[in-house]
């Protein structure tokens, strides 16, 4: 489904007065398009991550997902942060189908479902694993998998893998890319990285400073399906060094 910001601000109260964090913003993301947003610390990005996702009334403006306006977390979007935030206690078979589960789905049929999930995620032989057995790009791995294991039709990824290491980012994600390849949901997603960005998207979004504003909406035409050799590729360069002129400027 289409995600549609229309003319969003955000201004908070705090003890010293009024902060605008965020707009105007007005931007339409395709259904079944990868959108990498990016702008310096504190202009807005979670601020607009949360208001898509229903979790922030904004002061005013917008946000729908198809025809609908979105006014409160929906099981459509799905939405991660950078805190995997997994459940200690509970098995990454059990973290992951912790949505199912609430949704009352039979075990049987979690099984079913995170049992396809688990090996497209890389986590084939750990369904049986704790948290604290895993490293920090698998946690993300199951983090991710609790996400989209609701076949969402829209994924809000807030900086998912900014704590993890280069090449465990990029290993992430090129699996992230296999799985959007076969689902295509339309994605959003926050990164500090212009090369996962231009690895992954193909529309990226850069943002002001604070009060955050698109200032420039760059298309990639980088053919797909992408493998890592494509970091390697004038246009894979050409594309990285506009963003960051673009992110100079902001
Ligand atoms: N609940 C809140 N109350 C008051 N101010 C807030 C609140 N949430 C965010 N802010 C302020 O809004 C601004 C934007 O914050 P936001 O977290 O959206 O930035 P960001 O672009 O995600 O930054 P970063 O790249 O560091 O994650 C910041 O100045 C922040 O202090
Ligand atoms: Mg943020």
């Known amino acids: 489904m289409a995600l ?7 201004t908070f109260q705090t003890p010293d007065g009024k902060l605008p964090a965020l707009g105007p913003v007005s931007v339409s993301l395709a259904e079944g398009s990868f959108t990498c947003l990016l702008g310096p610390s504190g202009c807005g990005k979670s601020t607009l991550v949360r208001v898509c996702a229903g979790l922030q009334k904004p002061t005013t403006g917008r946000v729908l997902l198809g025809d609908t306006v979105i006014t409160a977390p929906s099981p459509q979007m799905g939405v991660m942060f950078q805190d995997a935030n997994l459940m200690p206690w509970r098995t990454v078979r059990d973290n992951m189908a912790l949505p199912l589960e609430l949704a009352g789905v039979t075990t049987a049929q979690r099984v079913q479902h995170t049992d396809t999930l688990l090996p497209m995620l890389g986590l084939g032989d750990f369904a049986q694993a704790y948290p604290s057995e895993l490293s920090g790009g698998m946690r993300q791995r199951v983090a991710l998998g609790r996400v989209l294991i609701q076949s969402p039709a829209v994924l809000l990824l807030d900086e998912p893998f900014g704590a993890l290491d280069a090449l465990t980012r990029e290993h992430i994600s090129l699996d992230i890319l296999r799985v959007w390849e076969a689902q295509r949901q339309t994605v959003l997603m926050v ?9 992954l998207a193909d529309r990226i979004l850069v943002m002001s400073r604070r009060p955050g504003r698109i200032v420039a909406d760059i298309i990639s035409d980088l053919p797909r399906p992408r493998t890592h050799e494509i970091v390697y590729t004038p246009e894979f360069n050409a594309l990285a060094r506009q963003i960051r002129a673009a992110i100079e400027i902001a």
């Open 4 to 10: 549609t910001i229309d003319n969003l601000h955000m």
């Open 191 to 199: 990164t500090h990285d212009i090369q996962e960005a231009v690895l």
